[in-house]
T-cell receptor, first 114, second 113 residues
């Protein structure tokens, strides 16, 4: 069975500072990993995904994540936070095939301080 | 562009009422899903379907049922709504591939009084 742990239900950073959102996973098979973003009163939007190949994955809005198998981690980063990045972020894992859906973490609310 | 449409963004129902949440996708995806989202709990899978008239229970199916009569439409049914079913409900779809990427609707916020 798969599971996802997101460290920190709330993360606060200053505008222009580094954003780091942590995600650790467990999976009995090679994982496919995802980060989604949710703005208030909206559905989830894909930020980036790792399937195979290069372990550093670039996504939309300047975000990137690195798959580290030895650490079972897939942390999300952005060099410089912008006010528009304030949102809920979800890490997810898929290891059993697309028909079974994704297993999500509990989410991290990113707060940007002016 | 990819589109998953949930018919109702906001609903208010009374305890014991039957509730239908409708979801339509225009991407010819095989797989469709219903998730429930609650603060501090993330997204939890209620039911999913990998083909017309097929359905599988997710992690929290109790109190819910689903219907998929056409490929593009997946309905979530609350036979007798209860206050603990007050939540945000998210519909999603995906191709029948291993990548697992989901495309989400904008959500239906249900309040049961």
């Amino acid at each position: 069975a798969q599971s996802v742990t997101q460290l920190g239900s709330h993360v606060s950073v200053s505008e222009g500072a580094l954003v780091l959102l942590r995600c650790n996973y467990s999976s009995s098979v090679p994982p496919y990993l995802f980060w989604y973003v949710q703005y208030p009163n909206q559905g989830l939007q894909l930020l980036l995904k790792y399937t195979t190949g290069a372990t550093l994955v670039k996504g939309i809005n300047g975000f990137e994540a690195e798959f580290k198998k030895s650490e079972t981690s897939f942390h999300l980063t952005k060099p410089s936070a912008h006010m528009s990045d304030a949102a809920e972020y979800f890490c997810a894992v898929s290891g059993r095939g697309g028909a079974d859906g994704l297993t999500f973490g509990k989410g991290t609310h990113l707060i940007i301080q002016p | 562009d990819v589109k998953v449409t949930q018919s109702s963004r906001y609903l208010v129902k009374r305890t014991g009422e039957k509730v239908f949440l409708e979801c339509v996708q225009d991407m010819d995806h095989e797989n469709m899903f219903w998730y429930r989202q609650d603060p501090g709990l993330g997204l939890r899978l209620i039911y999913f379907s990998y083909d017309v008239k097929m359905k599988e229970k997710g992690d929290i199916p109790e109190g819910y049922s689903v219907s998929r009569e056409k490929k593009e439409r997946f309905s979530l049914i609350l036979e007798s709504a209860s206050t603990n079913q007050t939540s945000m409900y998210l519909c999603a779809s995906s191709l029948g591939s291993y990548t697992g990427e989901l495309f989400f609707g904008e959500g239906s916020r249900l309040t049961v009084l």
